[in-house]
């Protein structure tokens, strides 16, 4: 026992030698917390647009001013004929062009209708439907003043509750998203890194010699990055409490004990990565293209999986992160129980298995 | 001169002696535009709903096949137990609720305001605004036909209303793949570039074969200049091959100008070369440059701009992104490409690009040294 303990000790020591490991250990988890708490959003805000006005009237200046006054656009540009749109769209910096047309004041108290056009930047998809979407209601909302109190007022009004997240905060998907993604990126590649690492430098043979035996080899690989992930998720947790208020709803216990078989998953994925690459290299490309991507891509993190073609689906399927997100957000965000989340428990038990199942049939004792 | 072309002949034979970078090179950017392009989207369609209508009258159906009517919504459930719609929010078997109240019908037949609710799971924001907003739009089309038929023809004269229309120019159907093509064309650059050249470099040290050029009379710009070209060579081929597979597979209109487009790539190759070899001198083994390298690219990529706008970003964030080579080739892209914007229309962006590749080569030449 003294001897394995000795083992890990020197395991440690290879770690925090080196300050590029801790970059990816602890700066890594930081630096995409921060960035997509701060940084990434997709709210509309100071979106600028640029004006087309053919009539220029009261009704055209009072309604170019309550859209610039809403906070959501700037007043770019004005033009003065539609040859300029293009111009100025191409320059990339207005989002959209509105256009009054001609008369529209004259036009809205003699024939009650004008219509102001709005021609959006189509080459940002998202940007473009939320700004018509924005000036649509702004419209609406003038259309509500103009009625009064008269017949306009007849409507179905909607009125909506936000579940889980009535702030609207983008942290609650992304959160789950990092801790995921973190915990693959260390368990899987480090740890086949590093087992791969002493077949190439040649000291496993050093090892395998040794009294060690070789479940004490792989145990001792493996315990240090099982501790290091487990003060990293505790970390994420932290911050992203502290920082963006998001609490923990559900039982902390249970989110703790998900995340443990989640790690220990992907650890077993690591050493199944190692046994079967030769070199680092190799290894870094399989976790890199094989687990992080996918990761990245078909959790369901940053992209809605249900948005996608169906094929991406299925694959998503095959996946263990898939259903690591599904657990976390339910414990996290919606404060469900375990009767919410067995059965992707179960499933990621199976991967479980089946990894340390296959890895168990891959080691070689002996190298080439 | 003919240096630096023996060196670079060199970096080549080099580079395809190895069977598994030589096919990489090509596969890697066939294998990320088929995958990623049409799997990055924010594209919402068929919004799970659940229903609870206690109204059952014609007016409260016709909102309901109004709403089922619609490209964006499906209704999947219809109960009466509010319980049993939460749960099925709970299960994530549906993402909006709708409930009508008993009375709709009737008062909408009196001309009173009703209100209908809507509970949405939030857990993605902006998921839940872009469904509340489509439900918005349905529910405004309905009470517009509501007026109609109330008011007649005649009535509705006598109430002044403001009509919108849009368009959308560029991309008149919001096809997502159009917006994402050129952005995963600027990262398929950024990642064969940065990640070769830089574990090229590395792999000499640790090889040991790096001292064997440092004896040489080799200077330092020839042989930072002979890394670059191979990879710059390399770079703009899988650019190529990319375009060429945007065009065939995912036929996303060409507007601008090819040369200008690939002009500004070898520009950006350069300064993520540059890059690349800078940090690339301060590791001494593959392990060490693919974490540090990995580092700057998530940052690099998640401040792009590639899927989200710059605009909304914080200023001092928009500010680090003047030194972000990815930030000026992700909107050289898709200005290049889709709006077919000439050089006049980015110089600003080109001109920021060249002086970030020429800084980036000098840090790199300047750091690399001569002795071990």
Redesign the interface.
């Known amino acids: 026992m003294k001897r394995f303990f000795g083992f890990v000790k020197k395991e440690f020591l290879h770690i925090f030698r ?1 300050y ?2 801790m ?2 250990l602890f ?2 988890p930081a ?2 917390i921060l ?2 708490g ?11 647009v640029a004006f087309l006005d053919l009539s220029r009237d009261e009704v055209t200046q009072k ?1 170019s001013d309550k859209l610039t006054s809403s906070g959501f656009f700037k007043r770019g540009e004005t033009l003065l004929s539609y040859k300029d ?2 111009k100025v ?4 910096k207005t ?1 959209a062009v509105i256009i009054f047309e001609k008369d529209f004041g004259r036009n ?2 003699r ?20 700004t ?2 924005y ?3 702004i ?2 909302d ?2 509500r003043e ?2 009064g109190s ?17 702030a ?3 942290q ?2 992304f959160v789950p998203g990092v801790i995921t993604l973190i915990m693959i990126l260390i368990c899987a590649l480090m740890t086949s ?1 590093t087992i791969t ?1 002493e077949k190439e430098l040649g000291t496993m043979e050093a090892l395998l010699v040794s009294p060690l035996k070789p479940v004490q080899i792989i145990l001792g690989k493996v315990l240090p990055y099982f501790i290091l992930s487990f003060i990293d998720l505790i970390v994420i947790l932290v911050l992203s409490w502290l920082v963006f208020e998001l609490p923990v709803k559900g039982s902390l216990a249970l989110l703790l004990a998900e995340s443990m078989l989640y790690i220990l998953m992907s650890l077993s994925i690591g050493i199944l990565i190692s046994t079967v690459s030769k070199t ?3 290894a ?2 399989i976790s890199l293209v094989g687990m992080m991507l996918p990761t990245v ?2 959790s369901g993190f ?3 999986i ?4 169906e094929v ?1 689906g299925w694959i998503s399927a095959l996946l263990p992160p898939r259903y690591f997100v ?1 657990i976390i ?1 339910n414990i996290m ?2 404060g ?1 129980g375990f009767l ?1 989340v067995w059965k992707e428990t179960a499933i990621l038990v199976a991967f479980t298995l089946a990894a340390i199942g296959l890895s168990i049939r891959n080691f070689k004792i002996r190298l080439q | 001169m003919r240096t630096i072309l023996y060196l670079i002949r060199k970096e080549f034979l080099q580079i395809f002696r190895d069977k598994f970078i030589g096919k990489a090179i090509f596969g890697i950017p066939i294998v990320q535009m088929l995958i990623l392009v049409p799997a990055i989207t924010f594209e919402i369609k068929d919004i799970k709903l659940c229903i609870i209508d206690r109204d059952m009258t014609v007016e409260s159906r016709g909102l309901v096949s109004q709403l089922a009517g619609s490209t964006f919504f499906k209704v999947r459930y219809s109960t009466f137990s509010e319980e049993e719609a939460n749960d099925l929010l709970h299960k994530d078997k549906c993402s909006l609720i709708l409930q009508i109240p008993s009375g709709f019908g009737k008062e909408i037949g009196k001309g009173n305001p009703v209100k209908v609710m809507v509970s949405a799971n939030a857990i993605n924001a902006s998921n839940a605004q872009l469904s509340w907003a489509y439900l918005n739009g349905v529910i405004r089309d309905y009470n517009q036909n509501i007026i109609a038929e109330n008011a007649g023809g005649r009535a509705m004269a006598a109430i002044p209303q403001v009509m919108v229309t849009n368009r959308y120019w560029y991309n008149e159907m919001l096809n997502y793949k159009y917006y994402m093509l050129p952005g995963i064309l600027g990262i398929l650059v950024l990642a064969i570039g940065f990640i070769l050249a830089g574990l090229n470099l590395v792999k000499e040290k640790e090889s040991g074969t790096i001292e064997q050029i440092n004896v040489t009379p080799v200077k330092k710009y020839q042989f930072i200049t002979a890394k670059i070209v191979p990879f710059l060579i390399i770079g703009l081929i899988d650019l190529a091959i990319g375009l060429i597979i945007g065009i065939l597979v995912f036929r996303i209109p060409f507007e601008g100008s090819i040369a200008l487009l690939f002009l500004c790539s070898a520009i950006f190759l350069v300064a993520v070369l540059g890059l690349a070899l800078f940090l690339s001198t301060f590791s001494s083994t593959q392990q060490q440059f693919m974490f540090t390298g990995f580092f700057f690219m998530i940052i690099f990529i998640l401040m792009s701009g590639i899927f989200t706008p710059l605009e909304s970003m914080p200023d001092w964030a928009q500010k680090i992104d003047l030194i972000n080579p990815v930030a000026y080739i992700m909107r050289i892209n898709r200005m290049v490409i889709l709006k077919g914007s000439t050089f006049q229309d980015i110089r600003g962006d080109v001109y920021a690009l060249i002086a970030i590749a020429v800084a980036f080569t000098i840090l790199a030449i300047n750091r690399y040294r001569k002795t071990a």
């Open positions: 080196d590029r490991t970059i990816i700066g890594i630096a995409q960035l997509f701060f940084v990434v959003s997709m709210d509309l805000k100071n979106a600028r309604i749109i293009d769209l191409r320059g990339n989002k809205l108290i024939n009650g209708r004008a219509t102001v056009s709005i021609i959006a930047d189509g080459s940002e998809p998202n940007m473009a439907t939320l018509t979407n000036i649509s209601a419209i609406s003038y259309n103009l009625a008269s017949a306009g007022s007849i409507l179905v009004q909607p009125e909506v509750r936000m579940f889980y997240n009535p609207l905060k983008g609650y998907m890194i690492r680092m290299q190799q870094i490309f891509l078909l940053i992209f809605p249900e948005n996608m073609p991406y599904v957000k965000v919606k469900t919410y």
